[in-house]
Antibody
């Protein structure tokens, strides 16, 4: 059974950094692209970042480009999202999800999410 | 960027009804279209991929159709567990979700 467990969320002030971690199990982690999807209160999901199965390709939504960095450690089955210069508009539940393939495919398994609140 | 627009935003229906949700893309996404179901406080769940392929374990009352820029999700006979919010997602050019359709009990 695929399991994805996010951690690292919390309440932070604008301008600070936060690192999210997703622990994956139940599948061959290195064979799949992975993604971080966020959902602000009352809004639809937004794909924030994607990393290919090899780690050689990454994508960021325009609003986080240059501030967020996605990475993966296949030896530990971990996915990361380094978030710098956080803004109020980054407040959301952040989900880790497994991409059903190497790159452009739907998201077939999701974690339970971790809440990031950016507020002074 | 490809924009996805769902209609209606809210849909009121009764148990046993047949309901249809529409999703339109701002440009062709071929059949690279998925549908998700989300319940309050939970992560989205994949229902349909490649416009009409049913994800494993999803009841057969759910079906998807369409190609290019117009797509539909149909629930043939609404069950109590189906009242939720539904999102379409294109994965032809990176990823974009629609704004959602909330299915309410009439």
């Amino acid at each position: 059974e695929v399991q994805l467990l996010e951690s690292g969320g919390g309440l932070v002030q604008p301008g600070v950094s936060l690192r999210l971690t997703c622990a994956a199990s139940g599948f061959t982690f290195s064979s799949y692209a992975m993604t971080w999807v966020r959902q602000a209160p009352g809004k639809g999901p937004e794909c924030v970042s994607v990393i290919s199965a090899t780690g050689g390709s990454t994508y960021y939504v325009a609003s986080v480009r240059g501030r967020f960095t996605i990475s993966r450690d296949d030896s530990k089955n971990r996915l990361f999202l380094q978030m710098n210069s956080l803004r109020a508009e980054d407040t959301a539940v952040y989900y880790c999800a497994k991409v059903n393939g190497l790159w452009l495919s739907p998201f077939d398994s999701w974690g339970q999410g971790t809440l990031v609140t950016v507020s002074s | 960027d490809i924009q996805m627009t769902q209609s209606p935003s809210t849909l009121s229906a009764s148990i046993g009804d047949r309901v249809t949700i529409t999703c339109r893309a701002s440009q062709s996404v071929s059949n690279w279209l998925a549908w998700y179901q989300q319940k309050p406080g939970k992560a989205p769940k994949l229902l349909i991929y490649k416009a009409s392929s049913l994800e494993s374990g999803v009841p057969s009352r759910f079906s998807g159709s369409g190609s290019g820029t117009e797509f539909t999700l149909t629930i043939s006979s609404l069950q109590p567990d189906d009242f939720a919010t539904y999102y379409c997602q294109q994965y032809s050019s990176l990823y974009t979700f629609g704004q959602g359709t909330t299915l309410e009990i009439k």
